[in-house]
Structure formats: C-alpha cells, structure tokens
C-alpha cells in the first residue's frame, strides 16, 4: 500500500509523521486519503503525543479529519474527551467553534464519551450559546439526537438561540435542528412553528435529504402545531425533485407522510413509481418501510405491492423479525399474497 507524501520535507524528502507539529499533521491529515491506513496510524499516534500541547482550535480540527476519513481511533478520542473535561473543570473558556467541531466529529464516528457529553451541557448552559450560529447550533442539536442524550434544559438554550436566528438558518440547519428535537421527543411549539414559518417565508432550496429530515421531524410531532401549508410545501418539492430521491429518502418520505395521514395522493404514486424504478438499490428495512406506508394509504394498489414482491423474496435471507413482521402485516392488509416459499421462510425466522 503506497503512503501518502506529507507536505512538509526535510532534504527532499517526507518527514515522519512522529515528528510533525500540530499544524503540520493537520495539513497531512486534510491530504491524506483514508485508504492509507498505515500513515493515519501514525498521524493517530503523533496526535496522541501532541494533545496536551495542541490549541483546541488545531485539536477540534483534527479530530474532524479523522471524523472525515472514518478512522475512529479510539486512544486518541478518549485522550482528547479527558482533556476535554479537565479543562472545562479549570474554567477554560472555549468558543463554539471548538466544541461544536469536537462534538461532531465524535457524533460521526460514533464515539460516545457520556463525560464530556456531560460536561460540554453544563460548561455551556452556564456560559450561554448567545454566540453560536447556524451551523454550531445545528452540529449540537443533532448530535444530542444521534445519541439520544435527554437534556431539556441544554435543548432549551439551543432552541432558544435557533428562534432568535431562525430566519438565517440553512435548509440543512433547519433539516438537523427540527431532527434533532423530534428523535429527543422535545415538542417544543415555539420551535417548530418559527421553522415551519422559515420554510414557507423564506425562498430556499430544499435537497431530497433536507426534504426527507423535515418531513420526518414534522411526522414525530405530530399535532403539535397546524403544519398543513408547511407539508404541502414540502410535498411540492418533493414532486419538483423526484427523479433525485434515493431509496433512503423515499423510505423516509413514505414513512412521514403517512403517518402525517396526508391525503394528496399523487404524491405515493410517484414515490411508488421511483421505488419501482430503483428496487434492487433499496436495502430490505427500506423496502419494508415502503410496503408498509403503502399499505396504510393504498392497500388497493395490488400491482404495486405485487411488484416489489420479487425483490422481497430476493433479499429475505438478510430481514430481521422486526422487518419480516412488518413485511407480512402490509400484505395481509393489502390481501395480497406472497410467495409460498417466502411465507414459509418467513415464519421460519420469527418462530
């Protein structure tokens, strides 16, 4: 495996990785290709040896190349959690560049330290988030959903701070925000009304994946607010951009809508078409979840429900009991028979 060049050089040529600063391994790691698991063992290694030394400015930034590349190492993600608490208990005073970059790098390797967790809350409920933007806003918020940390109080200083810049806010921003509080279960009205008023006031675009959170979010809180005129917007950007939804966001779109009991049928007939369209791309919890909505809005559609049946019986070696059940419960509502074999194989795995 052929090891990336670093960028800096002595007499021509690579310097190690071991003897690298701060700002030198930085630059390395944002050129350094995932692939080469050999240096970013040693840049994990060098980082290790840096961490008390290192700014957090240069410690948040690192951490998020290794967050980019998918190299969890966890040596150096502990270390740098550790740190991270010590210094919040001397009353370093950290800005929310930092925390918020730290946070997310964490979130996308899927490394939860439940004490810096802990100790970022209440460093920053007593610091205030008056100064956090969009983006650090969205970053936090998600993250506490991604990990399902229950802290209203934190959530109530982000959620206030969101309300004050709302109408600022990115359509990602606002697809992570709005996710971020329905997986916590946070119904908070103010929230969810001043983002519903964003996205009908507002002129932005809306990618699938924005589409797809928002709808999400909105079906979790259901009730909460009279969201209709926030849906059907929704709805029509997702008819302007059907032809660029991919399995995920069709699942996730089917799933919100109806369980939002939304009643303009078009709409399930072009998710239909394009599941039908990409079948063999979706993984079986997708296409489970595809059924399913179906068959809580349409059960007479037969043909539909008939043609994803091949597809189903193709990928049921790799369903679990849960998507089994859910599998067989939409067909039955749709009176819709599958295949012997498959019904057989079925019952197999859920007795």
């Known amino acids: 495996m052929a090891v990336s060049k670093l960028p800096m050089t002595k007499f021509g040529k690579p310097r190690s990785a071991v003897i690298l600063r701060a700002s030198e391994l930085l630059t390395a790691t944002l050129k350094t290709p995932p692939t080469d698991v050999l240096q970013w063992d040693q840049f994990g290694k060098r980082a290790l040896g840096l961490v008390n030394t290192m700014t957090w400015n240069n410690l948040a930034l690192i951490s998020n190349s290794f967050a980019r590349a998918n190299v969890r190492n966890e040596k150096l993600l502990k270390r740098v959690a550790d740190r991270m608490c010590d210094d919040l208990q001397s009353k370093e005073k950290f800005g929310p560049k930092e925390i918020a970059l730290v946070v997310n790098a964490y979130t996308k390797l899927n490394f939860l330290d439940e004490n810096m967790f802990r100790d970022i809350s209440q460093y920053l409920i007593q610091r205030g988030v008056s100064d956090f933007n969009e983006q650090h806003l969205a970053l936090m918020v998600h993250s506490w959903g991604r990990f399902n940390l229950q802290d209203p109080l934190l959530m109530q200083h982000f959620f206030r701070r969101a309300i004050e810049i709302n109408d600022t806010l990115t359509p990602q921003a606002l697809a992570n925000i709005a996710g971020g509080a329905a997986k916590l279960g946070e119904r908070n009205v103010e929230l969810f009304t001043a983002i519903g008023h964003t996205i009908l006031t507002v002129d932005r675009e809306y990618d699938a994946q924005h589409i797809a959170n928002l709808l999400t979010a909105f079906a979790k809180m259901k009730g909460l607010i009279n969201d209709e005129a926030v849906i059907k917007k929704l709805v029509g950007d997702v008819m302007k951009k059907h032809r660029s939804l991919r399995a995920l966001e069709v699942a996730a779109i089917f799933g919100a809508l109806s369980k939002l009991e939304y009643r303009d049928y078009r709409v399930y007939e072009v998710l ?49 009991d849960v998507t089994v059940l859910l599998i067989l419960a939409s067909y039955a509502r749709a009176k819709v028979r599958l295949h012997l074999e498959m019904i057989f194989y079925m019952h197999y795995l859920i007795n």
């Open 272 to 320: 239909m078409r394009r599941a039908q369209e990409d079948v063999r791309r979706y993984l079986p919890t997708q296409l489970a979840q595809v059924v399913h909505s179906l068959s809580t809005v349409h059960p007479e559609w037969t043909e539909a429900f008939e043609s994803f049946a091949p597809e189903l019986h193709r990928q049921i070696e790799n369903m679990d």
